[in-house]
Each structure stands twice: as C-alpha cells, then as structure tokens.
T-cell receptor, first 114, second 109 residues
Framework: SAVISQKPSRDICQRGTSLTIQCQVDSQVTMMFWYRQQPGQSLTLIATANQGSEATYESGFVIDKFPISRPNLTFSTLTVSNMSPEDSSIYLC???????????FGSGTRLTVV | DAKTTQPTSMDCAEGRAANLPCNHSTISGNEYVYWYRQIHSQGPQYIIHGLKNNETNEMASLIITEDRKSSTLILPHATLRDTAVYYCIVRPPGYALNFGKGTSLLVTP
C-alpha cells in the first residue's frame, strides 16, 4: 500500500497565523482527502483534493479558511488560515490508490493554537 | 450513504477472539464494508474490506451476512496491542470514508 509522509507532525501556532500541512505519497494515487479530528472526537472530512482543480469541500468547511492544493498525483497541501484555538485538532491526509484497495491514512499533524 | 450502528464499547480477554458487530441495514448494492481502527493519537489503520463475500487477511476476518445488512469483524487472537477504536464504514469505492463513533475495544490481560 501507499506510504504517506505528512509534515509537520505537530506544531504550536499563534492565533491569527496560518499553517500549511504537506502530504507526500510515494506513489501516484487516484484520490486524496483531508480530515480533521478534534479532541475526543471522530474524524470529520474537510475536503477532497482534486488534481489540477479546486478542492471539493464538505458542509461547514470553506476554501478561505482551509485552502487546499494538489499540483500532481503524489502531493497535496492543506492550509489552516487565520487560526484560532478552536482549530486545535489533528489534521490527517488520506489516499486511495485504486478503487479496489483500502484507503491509507497519514500519521497526522497535531496542531495546537495558543 | 448507508449508516452503520456499532456498540459503543466492548471488552475482550487477551488471547480470545474479538468479535465486533456492525449493523448496516440500509446498505446499497455498490457499497463496500470497510473496517479501520485507530490506536490512540495515531492515524486510522486499514484492517479489511469486502463487498459480499467473507474476507480474511493476516489481521482479521470479515463476515458479511447473506443479506449484507450486518457484518462482524473477527480478531482471532486478541492482544493488548489490539486495544483501539474500531470503525465500520459503508461506502461505494472512490468516495471519501465517513467515520462514525466506532467501537472502543479494550483487550484485558
């Protein structure tokens, strides 16, 4: 299965600033997704990262707050903009190599906003 | 997409089989059953998935009823390292997985 490198693994950021999280995959993948996991909660889908076009966002998430790029089939970034303490969460990248495979998840980025 | 119902928590003695049930009575014909687990603070780990036939791999077995309205994940010999939250997800391939609350499995010595 695909191997995902997600960076940074953790960060502590000041409110009002932005953080860009990178997701690098060791092989070309069909689909890439970004999730958020708030403390003590399950995973919530933020968006599907589409190669060469705008991401598809889920209800409650907007591009201005969570801009996403996917320039090729192996790389994507998620930016958390104008952060507040409520953005403190684990952010996870997930990929699907092929439709008959399982989905693979990165190890996540633990973000704390102070 | 089909919703799933799982028990909130379960216990299992180390060395015994852990049988985790999942109800998905509104499953559609093209939806697969996926099982993932999340060990504290780590990314979800893929366990197994299937459409209608029973599946087995090195980690677990997946038993899907003939009407596909429910399934059971079997960990044949549970160890302490299997303590985790287990998620049963029903989705067509190519769509993002939607996570519910899952089952918190505690394996005890």
């Amino acid at each position: 299965s695909a191997v995902i490198s997600q960076k940074p693994s953790r960060d502590i950021c000041q409110r009002g600033t932005s953080l860009t999280i990178q997701c690098q995959v060791d092989s070309q993948v069909t689909m890439m997704f970004w999730y958020r996991q708030q403390p003590g909660q399950s995973l919530t889908l933020i968006a599907t990262a589409n190669q060469g076009s705008e991401a598809t966002y889920e209800s409650g998430f907007v591009i201005d707050k969570f801009p996403i790029s996917r320039p090729n089939l192996t790389f994507s970034t998620l930016t958390v903009s104008n952060m507040s303490p409520e953005d403190s969460s684990i952010y996870l990248c997930s990929v699907l190599e092929a439709f008959n495979y399982g989905y693979t998840f990165g190890s996540g980025t633990r973000l704390t906003v102070v | 997409d089909a919703k799933t119902t799982q028990p909130t928590s379960m216990d299992c003695a180390e060395g015994r089989a852990a049988n985790l049930p999942c109800n998905h009575s509104t499953i559609s014909g093209n939806e697969y059953v996926y099982w993932y687990r999340q060990i504290h603070s780590q990314g979800p780990q893929y366990i197994i998935h299937g459409l209608k036939n029973n599946e087995t791999n090195e980690m677990a077995s997946l038993i899907i009823t003939e009407d596909r309205k429910s399934s059971t994940l079997i960990l044949p010999h549970a160890t302490l390292r299997d303590t985790a939250v287990y998620y049963c997800i029903v989705r067509p391939p190519g769509y993002a997985l939607n996570f519910g609350k899952g089952t918190s499995l505690l394996v005890t010595p």
